[in-house]
């Protein structure tokens, strides 16, 4: 792998930036793998990657139906957390946090990551009893959580004129999690998949799965794919709103609903909000980009979709929530949007385990995966390697759904 | 924006409906089903690329619940499949 650094660049520079080496290869397909991952994106890389770097397998291709990270990890709004609920979560989500911090050094890529906050805009008393409760649980597990009154809320906010007294919902206060950050979304898949390659990983775009294959021993046996048969003894999916459509093939039902969750960007405007911003009660958030856009996210659209893109009237209810908080806002011109289908358990957290098909591994039910990505995938290649879940990850098997104990998680999203 | 179709107030908006969620398999009787069996109906919701049947409450009307087949993929609301039911 060509190093990247200050001087490979100069060194480029000289030769006016013609001789920069491939970031990735695009080596022709075999018919045999020993692991075979299942999407291109911010898991499936990752995994790859980790089995290549933690496990010494790096006989692994990862398939791609379309473009290396042109999926949810290209759709999603980019925040980076851990202000969740439960004691299964919270552990996890401080450990990815942990691992993207150092991901621009670990993947000589940089990931342009900016730990900016998170600040909560509090407007009802049982959100404020909820994310207290949410912020004593957190202590234990070292993130961080903190109560600040509508006074310093709005000095840190400038932007947040709306919410008064007047208001159907006037604001209470904040609540300020300080280890949330943003990074770019493209850098980590592109870092990945670069790091994953050098290591020995295939990646095969424009190679879609159209079915998996049941062995005749009863374990998975391989793919069936567009360029052909591709045998392997482990097969992993982590294609997110399409888990189920896949293991449908071969007669696997899992407990997930595909859902589509949209997003929308504002045209660039000067620094304005410097932290990222949670409404819970109003359904809305939004941050501003590095390029000076507001990245603005709300609820998902009711019932199951497969489809990715914004409803009007989804549209409406997210810019009305915004504007009432942030009235100035109404100026703003807004230039794209999109959606992406996700699956969701009816408890709202992961499943990451081995799947009645032996070999045949998921990772799923990631309602805002990005944040999830480092950890998702250490922990997906260590249960791939060895057969057996990691600690992080061993209250979020398939077992939770046999024993109906659940993790019922509040903090997966602002829309829940 | 979906016009979901009400026997008493006709085609109306989405947005004066609630989700009631996808019309999953008729409860069975616990005693005739192994805890397998039991846990896929508690848990597991049909999750179609394509024609899904689903429930939805006219909440913000006249208060009727709606069933209806609708397309995952496009959002129309379809006529039911001819292998349903």
């Known amino acids: 792998m060509q190093k990247y650094s200050v001087f490979s660049l100069a060194r480029n520079a000289l030769s006016g930036h013609r001789n920069w080496s491939r970031a990735w290869r695009s080596p022709p397909l075999k018919d045999q793998y020993e692991v075979v991952v299942i999407g291109a994106g911010g898991h499936g890389l990752a995994t790859a990657f980790y089995l290549a770097k933690e496990f010494d397998i790096t006989d692994v291709a990862v398939v791609e139906k379309g473009w290396l990270g042109g999926g949810n990890i290209a759709r999603n709004t980019v925040t980076i957390r851990s202000n969740y609920m439960r004691d299964e979560s919270i552990p996890f989500y401080v450990k990815s946090v942990a691992m993207y911090e150092g991901l621009t050094h670990e993947l000589n890529f940089n990931m342009m990551h900016s730990k900016r906050t998170m600040v909560d805009v509090v407007q009802t008393w049982p959100k404020l009893r909820e994310l207290r409760r949410r912020q004593l649980a957190m202590d234990i597990y070292g993130s961080t959580y903190e109560q600040i009154s509508e006074n310093e809320l709005r000095s840190r906010i400038p ?23 943003v990074n770019r979304h493209d850098a980590v898949a592109w870092g990945y998949a670069r790091a994953a390659d050098a290591l020995g990983v295939e990646i095969h775009q424009q190679t879609a799965i159209q079915s998996l294959i049941r062995g005749a021993d009863g374990h998975i046996s391989g793919v069936e794919t567009n360029r052909g048969t591709i045998r392997a003894k482990k097969v992993v999916v982590a294609v997110s709103g399409h888990t189920t459509t896949l293991t449908e093939t071969v007669g696997l039902k899992l407990p997930l609903r595909t859902m589509n969750l949209t997003a929308f960007v504002s045209e660039p405007v000067k620094p304005l909000v410097d932290v990222i911003v949670n409404c819970p009660d109003s359904g809305f958030y939004f941050s501003q980009s590095d390029k000076g856009e507001m990245v603005i996210g709300g609820a998902p659209d009711m019932g199951q979709s497969f489809r990715r893109d ?8 997210t810019v009305t929530a915004m504007l009432s908080l942030f009235p100035s806002f109404k100026k703003l011109k807004l230039m794209r949007q999109w959606g992406g289908h996700l699956d969701i358990a009816h408890d709202a957290s992961p499943i990451m385990d081995q799947t009645d098909l032996p070999g045949l591994f998921v990772t799923a039910g990631w309602w805002g995966g990005y944040k999830a990505i480092p950890a998702g995938g250490l922990t997906l290649a260590h249960l791939v390697a060895k057969s057996e879940p990691h600690p992080l990850m061993s209250s979020f098997t398939l077992n939770r759904f046999r024993h109906l104990d659940f993790v019922m998680e509040a903090g997966t999203t602002t829309a829940r | 924006m979906m016009l979901i179709p009400c026997p008493f107030c006709g085609k109306r908006n989405e947005s004066e409906f609630i989700f009631g969620g996808a019309v999953g398999a008729d409860r069975p009787d616990p005693n005739s089903v192994n805890d397998a069996e039991w846990v896929e109906y508690l848990t597991v919701a049909p999750n179609p690329l394509g024609p899904v049947q689903e429930r939805w409450w006219h909440a913000r009307g006249c208060s009727e619940w709606v069933t209806i087949w609708r397309d995952t993929r496009t959002h129309d609301i379809v006529e039911a499949p001819d292998d349903s039911e």
């Open chain 1, 159 to 181: 932007a947040l004129t709306g919410g008064g007294p007047d208001a159907r919902l006037p604001v209470i206060c904040g609540m300020v999690h300080t280890d949330a950050g």
């Open chain 1, 310 to 317: 914004i409803k009007q009237n989804v549209f409406e209810d």
